[in-house]
């Protein structure tokens, strides 16, 4: 590292810096994202509490619709549930391996920060 120029060396720097801050923001957002990806669960869950506590031989069920409601079979409205499920765990699946990606990604970036740093300090210090 002692062989190059001060500004090939800021250019590296502003370069690495970059990319921590965008891993640090998109690493934000994509929490965010699970946050309201689990508050969606919760909420699906209780629902799905909640239409168990109603007999089942009660086959219609009304569902809201903007200001409107209309009646669907149980049927599917279970299946409607189900399939809302599924698709918010694999959402949460994928958004937590992305959380993953991106944490490796910005310590990655520190770690070279640092290198470089100890680097130049050894560097000076010769």
Same mark, same amino acid.
């Given at each position: 590292?002692?062989? /190059?120029? =001060?500004?090939?060396?800021?250019? *590296? /720097?502003?370069?690495?810096?970059?990319?921590?801050?965008?891993?640090?923001?998109? +690493?934000? /957002?994509? @929490?965010?994202?699970?946050?309201?990806?689990? @508050?969606?669960?919760?909420? +699906?869950?209780?629902?799905?509490? !909640?239409?168990?506590?109603?007999?089942? !031989?009660?086959?219609?069920?009304?569902?809201?619709?903007?200001?409107?409601?209309?009646?669907? =079979?149980?049927?599917?409205?279970?299946?409607?549930?189900?399939?809302?499920? @599924?698709? *918010? #765990?694999?959402?949460?699946? *994928? /958004?937590?391996? @992305?959380?993953?990606?991106?944490?490796?990604?910005?310590? !990655?970036? #520190?770690?070279?920060?640092?290198? *470089?740093?100890?680097?130049?300090?050894?560097?000076?210090?010769?």
């Amino acid at each position: 590292m002692s062989g /190059l120029s =001060d500004d090939t060396l800021r250019k *590296i /720097l502003t370069q690495i810096q970059q990319q921590a801050i965008l891993s640090q923001k998109q +690493l934000s /957002l994509v @929490k965010a994202q699970i946050q309201s990806k689990e @508050k969606e669960k919760k909420i +699906l869950t209780l629902t799905v509490r !909640e239409l168990n506590y109603i007999p089942k !031989e009660h086959e219609g069920l009304y569902k809201g619709v903007g200001k409107m409601f209309i009646q669907q =079979d149980r049927k599917e409205v279970d299946t409607q549930y189900t399939i809302q499920e @599924k698709q *918010i #765990n694999d959402d949460l699946i *994928i /958004l937590n391996k @992305k959380v993953k990606y991106l944490e490796k990604q910005f310590e !990655e970036a #520190n770690s070279q920060l640092k290198d *470089i740093f100890h680097s130049q300090q050894r560097a000076a210090a010769s």
